[in-house]
């Protein structure tokens, strides 16, 4: 069992995790911008390292969140969900470091993290996909070209990350020269990667999910289906599990 972890993430998210951390009798750490420094996970945090940037680069910085687990004598880091959680490159870097990330491994997140490399993964296990782009878009010539495909309405999506971040809806070409510079300036700032891509807009789907967890020891379970249609902004509100 681990004895200490750094948590690299911040509000809510931070919180929960401090929480479970009490509960398994794990100390935790966390690693706070300025702007966090009265913030809930800071105060109830065993300790708590300043790095002195502003949010949008405390969270994204490999090397200051490294030098903090250090410095803190922390075993591994958490990285929550969000800003670094799916980024393989960050998994890489605590892996050469000697610090565990708690999450997926290299593999699976260079394979499922992107979401183009994901969509190309399923496709060629003969799983049926919702029409889109099949490589990342980074302009928006690229963008226009691929639209002109795939007929409107469309969603751009951000390659990285999720919860409804770097995503828009654009029912026109004039929306996607509009929404695309947005999308990819908020997958930017919010995973580090300004890789979108578009997907056919399906206009009254159902989104139903399950979870799967798995260990290093090869123990797999499934959480059950949970329905997540009720959402706003593309983000889940109400999530229902039998």
Avoid: W
């Amino acid at each position: 069992m681990l004895k200490k972890i750094l948590i690299a993430n911040r509000g809510e998210i931070a919180f929960r995790i401090i929480r479970t951390c009490r509960e398994l009798g794990i100390i935790p750490a966390v690693i706070f911008s300025p702007v966090d420094r009265s913030s809930l996970a800071v105060k109830l945090a065993d300790e708590a390292y300043l790095i002195n940037l502003p949010p949008r680069e405390t969270y994204l910085n490999f090397q200051a969140i490294i030098n903090a687990a250090k410095k803190a004598k922390a075993e591994a880091i958490h990285p929550g969900y969000g800003f670094l959680a799916e980024n393989s490159e960050f998994a890489g870097f605590c892996e050469k470091e000697g610090i565990v990330f708690i999450g997926p491994t290299l593999k699976i997140i260079k394979a499922l993290g992107d979401k183009n490399q994901a969509r190309s993964l399923m496709e060629n296990f003969g799983l049926p996909l919702i029409p889109g782009t099949k490589k990342a878009l980074f302009n928006l010539e690229e963008a226009e070209e691929e639209a002109k495909k795939l007929n409107y309405p469309l969603l751009i999506k951000a390659s990285l990350g999720g919860g409804g971040r770097g995503m828009r809806k654009a029912n026109s070409l004039q929306e996607l020269r509009n929404f695309f510079p947005q999308a990819r300036n908020e997958a930017k700032l919010a995973f580090g990667s300004e890789a979108l891509y578009l997907e056919k807009y399906l206009e009254k789907p159902r989104h139903i999910e399950f979870q799967i967890l798995a260990d290093n020891f090869g123990n797999v379970v499934h959480l059950g289906e949970r329905e997540c249609s009720i959402q706003r902004r593309f983000q889940k509100i109400i999530e229902e599990a039998p």
